[in-house]
Every structure is written in C-alpha cells, then in structure tokens.
C-alpha cells in the first residue's frame, strides 16, 4: 500500500490527516471553497491532507450515498458527517484498488491509498482524539466495519443512483447529458482525472529550447505542445522547476493560453482585461506584443495578484499597464471614453470546465447559478461591447462547458449587438483528449469585431 504524504509531512500521523481532510470536507459542505478552507490546513498536513480532500470530492457523491444506506440520519454533527465521508471514501478505494483487476488502474495514480484495516483504525483514533467526535467513536467504527462487509451489495445498490454513479450533482448530470448526449460519460469520468501541470514559458524572459534545456538538466520531463507551452509529465509545487522566481514562464493551462492569441494584438494597441485577476491572459498578452493595458477587475484582493504576476515576469515596466479595481459592467465609474481596440472579457462563470482542477465546484454550485452567471455576463458583455472602437474585438471568454455560458450566450450577444461580427474562434473546448494525447481545460471562446 502506498503512502501519498510526501515532504516533511511524511511523518504526520494519518488520524491527524484525516481529520484535517474532515474539516476541508466540512468547510465545502458548508459552501467554502476548497483552496480556502486548505489555506488554514497547518503547512506540516497540508499537502497529504490536500491529496485526500482532493480524493473525497471525487467520491463524495458515492459516499453519501454510501452513508445514507448505513445511518438511519445524517449526522447532526456536521464535523462527524464530514470524518465519516472521508473514512468511506478512502475504505472505497483502499478495498478498490487492493482488487488485481484495478491495481493498474490509471486512478491509482492519484487516489490516496492505505490498507483498510489502516484507514478503519486511523479515522476511529482521529474521533478519539477530538472531544466533539469522541461520542461517535462506536457508531464510526460500526458503520465502516459494516461497509467493509457489506461492500458489495452496497455499491451495486448504491450506483443506481446518478449522483453515487458519477460523483456529480444529479442536475449536473442531467444537463451534461442534455448537452452533450454523446460525450457526457466521458466528461464526467475526465472530470476526476487530474489536469496536467502547464507551463507558458514567457518570450520576453527566456526561450522555449532553453527553458526545456534547464528543466531536463533538473530531471523534468515535458513535452513541448507549441506555442511556448511545455506541458509537465508529473505536476511539482513551482520552486521545484528552474526559472520560476526569475519569470521564465507561468502556470497556465493550454485551453487558457489560447485566449491571448485568438485577439489580433499589435504593438501599440489599447487593449482592457477586464476580467483580469490573477492575471494570467494579462500577463500572456504583454508578453505577445507591446500593448497598453488597462486590466481592471472588481475584487481587490484578486487584483493583487496580477500586480505581483507582472512583477514577477517583467511586464509592469514603462507604464504599459493601469491595475485597476472597479465593476468592469459600470462604465462611468472606470472608463474615461477612450475606446480599446482590443477587449477581453474573461466573464465570471460556473466554472464548470475547470473542475478536474478544482473537484470542489461541482458540490458548491447550484443549479441556479447557472442563470444568475449568465446574467452578469450578459450585463458585462453588453457594457464592454460599448468600449470597443470601430473595427476593434472583444472576445468573450468563460472556463465552463455549459452552453448556456457559452454558445447559448455568444449567440444571445450577436442578436442583441448588430454592429457585432461573429468571427473563427474555437466556440466550445472540451477538457477531453483531442487525439493527442493531451488534454485542456473546458473553455469557450467568442470572438466579435464591431462594424459601423
Ligand atoms: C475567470 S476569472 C478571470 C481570470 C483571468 N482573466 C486570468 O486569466 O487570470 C473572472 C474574474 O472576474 C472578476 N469579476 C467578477 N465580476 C466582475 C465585474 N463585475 N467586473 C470586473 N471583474 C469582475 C472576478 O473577480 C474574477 O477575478
């Protein structure tokens, strides 16, 4: 059985993780966002607690189900519900994997892995050792020992369910399938698997031959998958790869590089991020051609980010760039008249296309987000749309592959825009593999130039 703790964290106890794991768990339940909730998780768990929080919302839906069948309520305790799903999620795949018929299962890769009788006894000490948990000691050893019994029964009862199936929403389910009646099955299985680690190596700091140079010489295989994008055979945290401090390249996935060259930048352009933070397509932008940018986005904290971005890569030089907070819909309170000749409006959305990245998403939407996104991105859209000057382009950008974020609102954005032309862009990416073997994100791209 394998240990997926790794650094200084090797040594922590696995109760310790589990009950980090719990609270990740708890926290997402309870509407806070997984990345969050691991910012509090102390430094010496958090990568082992990451890997099987990560894990449990790959499975959560199996584990509810799961638990449904073997406690008669959901637990009034909200930590204890959250120890218990992760317990069962990691029983799930240390009795899964133990299986010869799965031990070379691509999952095994990433999924945390210990021997049952381990994770019954270590889930069982971690309730011991937390006051609020210690009355449900019995009751959590009982239930895991009965899942261990009953495994096979249970899981064929409960995969009848869409949600324990798939480990999606059902109403997620149900509008992939919609969507994409052919596909869906194989989105919702590429939405558990990891997203490759991808570098966008910046041309202004350092070449692509040289950048893959240093990282062979460090013991890094990639693959270089054009226009400046190396995508890495094993993810690594970035001060593990050479030339991250000094700006030679940024971690980007290749559906969002994309976004930077679909607009006809030249030097000397005005150009709006209006969506800008963390400023990764900013960033990509100044790189590509000598642009004045004005990268605005509404949340301060997000914005930040951008500035330490550019900083880091050398492109905050000259006053090419104005960081600006503000409501990019609320032009009066941002825009001095002066129209961009390019625009980007990488719009807030679900999201829905990034979640083998982030598996939390998919349990902190809801099926009404949908229409309140799509609104705010309709509201953003159209006010962009009057920065643009004649002959100028927007492009309209969202990480989600529900269509009514995507061609539902490209189309939407034509007929209520005349003076808009739609013009080739890629629509629709699926975070599927293309046929090369290499995979993006989900992503959609419109791309408008205004006519008189
Ligand atoms: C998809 S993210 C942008 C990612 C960014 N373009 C990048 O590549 O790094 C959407 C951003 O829109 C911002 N946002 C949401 N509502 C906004 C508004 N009304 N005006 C400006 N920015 C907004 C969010 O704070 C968030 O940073």
Known sequence: MSDPSSGSARSAALSDIILASARNVQAVLSGRSL???????????????????????????????????????????????????????????????QNESTAGAPERRYTPIYAPHTVVDQAVTAAGEHR????????????????????????????QQPEALHNHPRWWVQR??????????????????????????NQRR????????????????????GHDALVLAQPKPVHDIPGFDEGWWSVQDLAAQ?????????????VLDACAAPGGKSAHMLELADIALTALDADPQRLEKVALTLKRLGLDTQGRVDVRCADAADLTSWWDGTPFDAVLADVPCTASGVVRR???????????DIARTVTLQRTIASALWHTVKLGGHLLY????IFPEEG??????????????????????LLPLDDGTGLTHDGFFYALFAKQA
Not at 258 to 270: E, I, N, T
């Open 35 to 97: 990345s969050d909730s691991l910012a509090d998780t102390p430094a010496a768990l958090r990568a082992p607690a990451q890997a099987v929080s990560f894990h449990v919302m790959r499975q959560l839906g199996l584990a509810r189900a799961i638990r449904a069948e073997l406690v008669k309520r959901t637990p009034a305790n909200p930590l204890f519900d959250a120890l218990l799903l992760t317990a069962l999620a990691l029983l799930d795949a240390a009795v899964h994997f």
């Open 132 to 159: 609020q948990l210690r009355p449900y000691k019995a009751l959590l050893n009982g239930v895991l020992r009965t899942f261990l019994r009953e495994r096979h029964s249970l899981l064929e009862h409960v995969r």
């Open 176 to 201: 992939l399938r919609r969507a994409y009646p052919a596909q869906w099955q194989s989105l919702l299985l590429a939405a558990n698997i990891p997203g490759p680690m991808v570098l966008r190596v």
């Open 206 to 225: 350092a070449q692509t031959a040289e950048v893959m140079q240093a990282l062979a010489e460090a013991g890094i295989n990639v693959v270089d998958a």
């Open 258 to 270: 994309q976004a930077a060259r679909l607009l006809p930048l030249q030097s000397g352009m005005r």
């Open 358 to 368: 982030h598996p939390d998403i998919r349990w902190l939407r809801r099926e009404a």
């Open 397 to 400: 950008a969202t990480c989600s």
């Open 407 to 428: 061609e539902l609102q490209a189309a939407w954005f034509a007929r209520h825009h005349p003076d808009a032309v739609r013009l080739p862009a890629p629509g629709q």
